[in-house]
């Protein structure tokens, strides 16, 4: 099995290799002399390192279905975050279309990184998608990987910290139904109310609409809380190492 990597705009396969003892079958990257873990195809992962002359390499992303399948996203140069794979997106997103989701939906993608599933919503048919994202450096990428796709006129780009703003919903416009939520590993490992994440979802909250979806993706050995205010966890999923949770906003009690 090989994986897509990208390196100075060219484009590179790397085998995937099971890796047995004290790793537990866990991805190790060697990049820019730090090293990352990351999901690859369920248990199974990748290995590299630094002196097979790799340092440096990212996993390239792309979208996979719908007016914009199989466009390349760019990505910053930096270092390896955590990019979410071809298997698990397209696993996501069909757990989505059983909620008649992206088509025709007011998404957020909050912690949005370089755009992937905002970008890939649209690409599905999603009406509308505001990009939430504070890294200036990772804000100019995602402006490119808009601009590629052709998708300026369907979306915004807000420069804010998630946790203090939400998804920001401008006065007299409409409340999104679906709302991506991707923050950092070590910032989602409380899941108390009166946590980050927490606090998060209370301002979601006043910016969804009844009925709306939010997908929180977390480390898979975090488990969000049954309900935060008017939001109900309803599905929970787990793809190797990282876990999505899907929570619905109570419908509007009848008078």
Known sequence: MSVLLEK???????????????LKNRLCVQCQQKQYLAP??????????????????IIAMRIIAGSKKGMKLLSPKTQISRPITDRVKESLFSVLYKYDLPEGAIVADVFSGV????????????????FVEKDPKVIAVLKQNIEKAGFVEESKIIRANAFNFGAVVDSGVEKYGLVF?????????????????????????????????VVVRTSGDVILLEGYGQFQIVERRQ?????????T???????
């Open 239 to 247: 793809w190797g190492t990282m876990a999505v949770s899907i929570l």
């Open 8 to 22: 100075n705009n060219r484009i590179f396969f790397i085998r995937v290799f099971f890796i047995f003892g004290m």
């Open 181 to 213: 939520v991707d923050p950092p590993y070590a910032a989602s490992m409380n899941v108390q109310p009166d946590s980050p994440l927490g606090g998060l979802l209370d301002i979601l909250d006043e910016q969804v609409t009844a009925g709306g979806i």
């Open 40 to 57: 690859i195809y369920g248990k199974t992962y990748l290995f590299f390192l630094a002196q097979n002359g790799l340092s440096g390499y």
């Open 249 to 255: 906003k109570k419908e509007c009690e009848s008078a």
């Open 115 to 130: 755009g992937s599933l905002g970008l890939e919503a649209l690409s599905r048919g999603a009406e509308f998608v505001t």
